[in-house]
T-cell receptor, first 115, second 114 residues
Framework: AQSVTQPDIHITVSEGASLELRCNYS??????LFWYVQSPGQGLQLLLK??????LVQGIKGFEAEFKRSQSSFNLRKPSVHWSDAAEYFC?????????????FGSGTRLQVQP | SAVISQKPSRDICQRGTSLTIQCQVD?????MFWYRQQPGQSLTLIAT?????????ESGFVIDKFPISRPNLTFSTLTVSNMSPEDSSIYLC???????????FGPGTRLTVT
């Protein structure tokens, strides 16, 4: 079975600073990987996804993520954080080689942005 | 893409009662999912609901407590039965689309059980 670990429960960065949110996954085959953002009182919005090909993927709102198979990681990055980026971020993994499509989510990282 | 709506958006219920949550999708989808997000927690899959078959429940969730209906390719309901305060959560409907390969989420139903 697959699993996801987000080691950082809470991160605070200053507006304009760079951001990296960590995600490590466990899965025996090639995973498909997602990052979602959840703003207070809102549903989940897909930021980006990785299935195959180029290991650096670009998403919405200026986010990118890099898949590193050797490290079982899929870290999310943004070069310059905006106050509106304050939210909860979830990494999720799915199974490519089975018919199961439901994703397994990490515990989330809450991002706080200081002015 | 898929646009998902849920009703109700929130509710406060008394223990021992039941609440049915509706999920409507703007396109036909085969796979629908129900998740629970307890306060301050991540998402936990309750069940997968495919049209034309019985829902498949994850470990720790049972049909008697969370009966699900999937009458067609755009609609599903989740009932939370005999509620207790521990059922206070956000319940999210989700769908998987094949083109593109993505999972979309509804806005959630915030349930408080008193």
């Amino acid at each position: 079975a697959q699993s996801v670990t987000q080691p950082d429960i809470h991160i605070t960065v200053s507006e304009g600073a760079s951001l990296e949110l960590r995600c490590n996954y466990s899965y025996g085959a090639t995973p498909y990987l997602f990052w979602y953002v959840q703003s207070p009182g809102q549903g989940l919005q897909l930021l980006l996804k990785y299935f195959s090909g180029d290991t650096l993927v670009q998403g919405i709102k200026g986010f990118e993520a890099e898949f590193k198979r050797s490290q079982s990681s899929f870290n999310l990055r943004k070069p310059s954080v905006h106050w509106s980026d304050a939210a909860e971020y979830f990494c999720a993994v799915g199974a490519v080689d089975t018919g199961r499509r439901a994703l397994t989510f990490g515990s989330g990282t809450r991002l706080q942005v200081q002015p | 893409s898929a646009v998902i709506s849920q009703k109700p958006s929130r509710d406060i219920c008394q223990r021992g009662t039941s609440l049915t949550i509706q999920c409507q999708v703007d396109s036909q989808v085969t796979m629908m999912f129900w998740y629970r997000q307890q306060p301050g927690q991540s998402l936990t899959l309750i069940a997968t609901a495919n049209q034309g078959s019985e829902a498949t429940y994850e470990s720790g969730f049972v049909i008697d407590k969370f009966p699900i209906s999937r009458p067609n390719l755009t609609f599903s309901t989740l009932t939370v039965s005999n509620m207790s305060p521990e059922d206070s959560s956000i319940y999210l409907c989700s769908v998987w689309t094949e083109t593109p390969w993505e999972q979309y989420f509804g806005p959630g139903t915030r349930l408080t059980v008193t």
